[in-house]
């Protein structure tokens, strides 16, 4: 994972617990961190990757976007049932909030090095945008992409920060979260009838109606990105979920994986061009067979490591 001496290197950060913290009777395909793992470890990209361990996230920062009671209570594990339910991932297992302060972690470390290294960048889970303010929801404790794109803004000197998220999800925590936060631009391509029935509101919401396709995904997917460009960023956070697959059980969308990986790539070439440090956020993907989703994840940071080492060294 070293590179040859002209590689620019990818950086993505991952952890066993992204996996190991997750109950095995938990709704939800905890195995595809190791399995996805595996299988960059054995592509070709290797070379230009190197897999990098988070540390926990301090307090301060979770703070940076949601409240101290809220954030204070799942710390201590004092959460009632009620708001563990509305999460999702349960039963929890003892290294819950473990795991978590790690995957939120991961997205921070990561923001830092794409601002540092004028690259891209990438976190092997999260994309958490469901999280609000002070609460958690839809498989979502604390919202990554809010607290980053507040600590770049508050910590490292980022004058404009763009949220784009393809997930096929709505980002209403991220909206609710940043909706009084002119440094930072929400952009939401969604499927119309899909969760949260309840929307929040986004500086450009796009909903798509169901089984839309390739074309019109694509289609709105370039009208997100010339919007994104028209804000100027420094930084862009890029919620990336495949989620929208054709074979995805909570997707329906509708998209092929050639569809999703030109997605990919039309980001990545636009963010190049622009030279837009960007961070890859993993998002939603849950097909069956999850073959289906670790193809669309594989081809997302293969490509990120691609697109990456055609940037300009430093």
């Not at 070709?44 to 949601?66: G, W, Y």
């Not at 691609?306 to 060294?313: E, F, K, T």
Request: charged share 25%; with cysteine.
């Amino acid at each position: 994972m070293i590179g040859s001496p002209n590689s620019r290197i990818f950086h993505l950060w991952y952890h066993p617990l992204y996996t190991d913290g997750i109950h095995v009777e938990a709704r939800f395909p905890r195995e595809r961190y190791k399995m996805l793992l595996e299988r960059l470890g054995d592509s070709e990209q290797n070379d230009i990757m190197k897999i990098r361990k988070p540390a926990a996230i301090s307090r301060e920062s979770l703070l940076l976007a949601h409240d101290a009671k809220y954030v204070d209570g799942f710390l201590e594990g004092n959460l009632s049932e009620k708001e563990m339910r509305r999460i999702g991932l349960t039963p929890w297992t003892s290294r819950m909030i473990e795991r978590t302060l790690c995957l939120t972690g991961g997205a921070l470390e990561a923001t830092i090095h794409a601002i540092e290294s004028k690259g891209i960048t990438g976190n092997m889970a999260g994309g958490t945008h469901h999280a609000h303010r002070s609460f958690g929801s839809g498989y979502c404790v604390f919202n990554d992409l809010a607290i980053s794109a507040l600590y770049a803004i508050e910590k490292l000197g980022i004058e404009r920060v763009a949220i784009l998220d393809l997930d096929v999800h709505q980002g209403d925590g991220t909206a609710t979260i940043l909706s009084e936060e002119k440094r930072a631009l929400t952009i939401s391509v969604h499927c119309e009838k899909n969760f949260p029935f309840r929307k929040s509101v986004s500086d450009y919401d796009l909903p798509i109606a169901s089984l839309a396709g390739d074309e019109l995904y694509l289609k709105t997917v370039r009208e997100a990105l010339e919007i994104c460009l028209e804000f100027e960023p420094q930084l862009v956070l890029y919620q990336a979920g495949v989620d929208g697959l054709e074979t995805d059980s909570l997707g329906k969308l509708n998209v092929t994986r050639e569809g999703m990986r030109k997605r990919n790539q039309y980001v990545f070439e636009i963010m190049l061009a622009n030279k837009i440090p960007t961070v890859v956020f993993m998002g939603g993907g849950y097909s069956k067979p999850i073959s289906h989703t670790l193809d669309a994840f594989f081809d997302l940071f293969s490509d990120a490591a691609i697109w990456n080492n055609r940037w300009p060294r430093q």
